[in-house]
């Protein structure tokens, strides 16, 4: 295992991980290797190419002004969210992109960014190629990057997806599959969360793990609450308005939906925290990729649920949580896929709920076996679920699928924490199959908009 926790909880941008803060890492990485091969002073025009879906709904995530900064040395978790919103605008009043800052060169959008809408390069969907000429028109530099979900971004040399992280760091409990996981749990006597802790002090002490923990749940918890301070409609053409803003001060309010059932009322307050951060995702705000930004609202709706709604919630509880949701995620990277572009949403919303599942369960004393059955509760009834943003934008079904995935998730673990963790179908099981379905899935289904919800509506 080579993915870390920090790797799966990325501090970023919206509104997309796959299209915005992948394409932005995938050119950064781009920029410093013409300077690293000096190359960087002879560079007269950058050309990107962008293939698969960032092609087919690039401009609707945000992947054009993304590219851009990253050329000019921007990273997706301290670039101004602001700055990155309005970089076309100020590119059409100076076509010019300043290469890390340093190397200054003309950057035409017809010409030198391209959206290929129908091709795709090899590997994996969300394929981008960058190519560096000299004054002379002669290419000095051509690399393809792959962005492959959750903003992890590998160059042309991997060879697919697998390959995510080049760390062959020994760990003290490796695992590839649910079932090693779980056989390390009952071998050591551990919980999930303290293999995840365990494993983690390879790279980094415990007290900056806990450390880097909650700062990932400030950054959530800020998220929220710009999420819920801000109205008015979201861009892109759509005019979606928010909703977050209103239903928080109604639920203040006590004007709640509860006249079907007060006992519902926690419904009403984790559909808010999921609304709150996905609108400030598809604003293009500053958002935690968990393990994506298309599903950044699940587990802070649940996490937020958690300390609100739990008698016995504390610190501690946060961090086994995350420590939880974590390890599942990484299984589900591993043995899956987190892309929509790839799987579909299953692997993007589905994701994201079995790693709040397991991690509520983890946080409110389930045991490994609960929390697998938490997870494979929240995923098994996410399966088939397809990628079809309306419009290429990450709005609708995208905002309320977060709302309806957290409540799933609460109710998984529920489930599941009724229970002694025996069950008939196992996670590693409903990951095999959310893999195998995803291949079967058409093209069209797959973050393209090319089919399902975002053809069948009429756009105004």
């Not at 970023?12 to 290797?33: C, N, Y």
């Not at 560079?43 to 000019?72: D, M, Q």
């Not at 990729?289 to 610190?315: K, S």
Request: with cysteine.
């Amino acid at each position: 295992m080579a993915i870390s926790l920090f790797d799966m909880f990325k501090v970023g941008i919206g509104p997309s991980s796959s299209h915005t803060v992948g394409p932005m890492e995938a050119a950064r990485r781009f920029a410093e290797s013409l300077k690293r091969e000096d190359l960087l002073a002879r560079v007269a025009r950058v050309r990107v190419e962008l293939f698969g879906s960032l092609g087919a709904t690039g401009k609707g995530h945000g992947t054009g002004p993304a590219v851009i900064v990253g050329l000019e040395g921007e990273r997706a978790d301290q670039v101004d969210p602001e700055c990155v919103a309005s970089r076309m605008e100020r590119l059409q009043e100076s076509p010019n992109v300043h290469l890390l800052g340093e190397h200054t060169i003309p950057f035409d959008v017809r010409d030198d960014l391209i959206y290929n809408r129908h091709d795709s390069l090899p590997y994996h969907p969300n394929g981008m190629t960058c190519t560096a000429f000299d004054p002379q028109g002669q290419i000095c530099s051509e690399k393809s990057y792959y962005s492959v979900g959750g903003g992890f971004v590998v160059d042309e040399n991997a060879t697919g997806a697998e390959r995510i992280v080049e760390d062959d760091t020994p760990l003290p409990y490796p695992f590839d599959s649910v079932k090693t996981l779980l056989e390390h749990c009952r071998n050591h006597q551990r919980s999930i969360a303290e293999v995840m802790m365990a494993n983690e002090r390879v790279r980094r002490s415990e007290s900056e793990i806990r450390s880097e923990i909650l700062h990932i749940w400030e950054v959530m918890q800020a998220c929220v609450q710009n999420g819920i301070h801000n109205d008015g409609e979201l861009p892109g053409g759509l005019k979606v308005r928010r909703r977050a803003a209103s239903l928080y001060q109604s639920l203040n309010d006590k004007q709640r939906v509860d006249l079907i059932s007060p006992a519902l009322s926690a419904m009403d307050w984790i559909n808010l925290y999921a609304l709150a951060v996905n609108e400030e995702n598809a604003a293009g705000g500053r958002v935690v990729t968990a393990p994506t930004n298309g599903a950044a609202g699940i587990i802070p709706a649940v996490l937020h649920y958690y300390v609100g709604f739990c008698p016995q919630a504390n610190e501690e509880g946060i961090i086994c949580f995350m420590l939880t949701a974590g390890a599942i995620g990484i299984l589900c990277k591993e043995n899956a896929s987190i892309s929509g572009a790839e799987v579909g949403c299953q692997g993007e919303v589905g994701s994201a709920c079995a790693m709040a599942a397991a991690g509520l369960a983890a946080a409110t004393g389930g045991s490994p076996d609960q929390i697998e059955n938490a997870a494979e509760v929240g995923l098994e009834h996410h399966l088939g679920m397809t990628c079809d943003p309306i419009g290429g934008l990450v709005q609708i079904p995208c905002i309320e699928r977060n709302a309806i995935a957290s409540v799933k998730a609460v109710n998984a673990a529920v489930i599941a924490m009724r229970g002694d963790g025996k069950h008939y179908v196992s996670l590693d099981k409903v990951l095999r199959t959310m893999r195998e379905t995803g291949r079967d899935m058409l093209d069209k289904y797959k973050e393209t908009s090319r089919g399902g919800l975002a053809v069948n509506i009429i756009e105004c």
